[in-house]
């Protein structure tokens, strides 16, 4: 047996995804891409010692930027396409559209995913829901589109 059974009425052992931490060159810059251009709002700062942390919230997600020299940016497979990080939009075409007006990179999978990279380097999936979308469901909104893991 790989795992032991769980009982039925036990509690889970993880409650949520708590948060996800992003190591980033330069925290200032960081800040204009996730707080001016992606609308994440800052919930908390601090600084200690040799670190500069910033915990950023939108809905119900959080990413903590914690600014680092010496780090390799978030991005799987041989183009760095892909990434565990997807954040769900209104709209992906005209957020693409946006991004791309700010210079942002952009890379469209398709009218309905693609991938954007912030200023450090750090791949970023985004995603919507419309109508039409591989995957589109009322069980599909609850989760990201598989389009960006590494291949």
């Given amino acids: 047996m790989l795992f032991p059974a769980t009982m039925p009425d036990a509690e889970p052992l993880v409650l949520d995804l708590g948060h996800l931490i992003l190591h980033v060159r330069d925290m200032d810059i960081a800040l204009t891409f996730y707080r001016d251009q992606l ?79 912030d200023p450090s380097g750090n791949a970023i999936g985004l995603y919507d829901q419309l109508e039409g979308a591989p995957g589109h469901s009322s069980a599909a909104r609850r989760r990201p589109h598989p389009t960006h893991h590494a291949r």
Avoid: N
């Fill in 39 to 117: 609308g994440f709002r800052v919930s908390d700062e601090s600084h200690r010692g040799c670190c500069h942390r910033v915990m950023l919230s939108t809905g119900g997600a959080e990413i903590v930027l914690f600014q680092a020299e010496d780090f390799s940016p978030l991005g799987l497979g041989p183009q760095g396409l892909g990434t565990p990080l997807q954040l769900r939009v209104q709209d992906f075409t005209r957020a693409a559209s946006q991004l791309e007006s700010h210079g942002i990179r952009v890379h469209r999978e398709h009218e309905h995913s693609g991938t954007v990279w």
